[in-house]
């Protein structure tokens, strides 16, 4: 039990956004607990060409602007993804803009891209050591921006140089009109401007480029998505984010909020693009679940839907810091328990199953 967790229920006493402004200042100031057990025998992995301790990370919106992330990393995690990333500083929507579910485990957020910018993060970023762990960043667009093309080529070119892996972020449903940048023609010149700058910026040590989509894909467009992420060279997907729709099993009082909805919700229809998005990409990309994950069991279902990796956020506000070794110590209990030596051996094993649940 760390002081974290034993502050807790101290900190769900403040207003969402209060409270999280308050653990990343925290650990920005060097306050934080440290993991420093032993990671279980066979959940290590190369993907996309870096080697992950355990596939086990915390996804993009924690640390929006980099300010916490040797904290993150001290943790235990597999990776930490910062970001989104703006090129320019951006306030965000209107607060309140975050709310609990704390009846469903889950979150709303419509924050709205809130980030310092892209010259503030390089700058937090700049002196790194790789040796410290895996840091990705997750860029996106201004709001105001004329061509979101141009503001993704942008900020591929200034920080692929700094990061392990860039995530191009098209699917929050908090930026008017970013979704519709999945759609084939659009996601096809943006892809291929984003992968240019990142050659023009890095040359022969260009880092790996994932793609985060939505979960609310209309039959037939995740595997057009998935097929122009091959066509034009994308290194992953991260399926999925946060969803527009609202189910009637919704209990809290804030279940009418606008946003985009995460946490154990968002579990089950995750889960399944995530199955088909597998059964699309048929060995050619590697990819990142994500949506409800809280515990060990709904990570390894991750990955035997066709998880590589997987990435949380939303339960560590019900479960504090301690949740990424706990997940990690069940993984390599479950993994034994179906007679696994290695965690990668589990990938996919449901997928066509789930696929067509």
């Known amino acids: ?20 402004r308050l653990t990343v200042r925290t650990l920005a100031a ?8 032993p990671v279980p025998a066979g959940l290590g992995q190369r993907v996309f060409g870096l080697d992950f301790p355990h596939p086990v990370c915390l996804a993009a919106g924690f640390d929006k602007s980099a300010e916490c992330w040797r904290a ?6 597999g990776a930490v993804e910062v970001g989104t990333v703006t090129p320019r500083p951006q306030a965000g929507n209107p607060r309140p803009r975050l709310f609990r579910l704390p009846q469903d485990r889950a979150v709303i957020n419509r924050n709205g891209f809130n980030n310092d910018g892209l010259e503030a993060a390089a700058a937090r970023l700049a002196r790194r050591d790789p040796r410290s762990g895996i840091v990705g960043i997750n860029i996106g667009a201004n709001k105001d921006t004329a061509d979101p093309v141009d503001d993704y080529a942008y900020g591929m070119r200034m920080l692929a140089p700094l990061a392990d892996y860039v995530t191009i972020n098209v699917s929050s449903p908090n930026t008017p009109g970013l979704r519709d940048l999945q759609g084939e023609g659009q996601l096809g010149r943006l892809l291929t401007a984003a992968l240019q700058a990142r050659g023009e910026a890095c040359g ?3 880092p790996p480029v994932l793609l985060k989509i939505a979960p609310d894909l209309a039959d037939g467009q995740l595997e057009a998505i998935v097929g122009t992420a091959v066509e034009r060279g994308v290194d992953g997907l991260i399926v999925s984010n946060t969803t527009i729709a609202r189910p009637e099993s919704l209990q809290s009082a804030a279940r009418g909020e606008a946003g985009g909805l995460s946490g154990r919700p968002l579990f089950a229809p995750s889960t399944r693009v995530l199955a088909r998005a597998y059964r ?14 809280e515990d060990g069991a709904t990570a390894y279902a991750k990955i035997r839907a066709g998880a590589r990796l ?3 956020y939303t339960a560590l506000v019900y479960k504090g810091p301690g949740l990424f070794h706990r997940i990690r110590d069940e993984l390599a209990g479950l993994m034994a328990a179906d007679g696994l030596a290695r965690i990668e051996d589990a990938v996919g094993l449901d997928a066509e199953r789930l696929a067509h649940d």
Request: glycine share 12%.
């Open 1 to 20: 039990m760390t002081l974290f967790d034993l502050a807790m229920p101290a900190m769900r006493c403040l207003d969402p956004e209060t409270a999280h």
């Open 30 to 37: 060097g306050f934080g607990p440290v993991d420093r057990s």
């Open 72 to 77: 993150l990393l001290r943790l235990g995690v």
């Open 204 to 206: 022969e040590t260009a």
């Open 280 to 293: 699309a990409a048929a060995g050619r990309l590697p990819l990142v679940g994500v949506g409800g994950i």
């Open 310 to 312: 997987v990435q949380l």
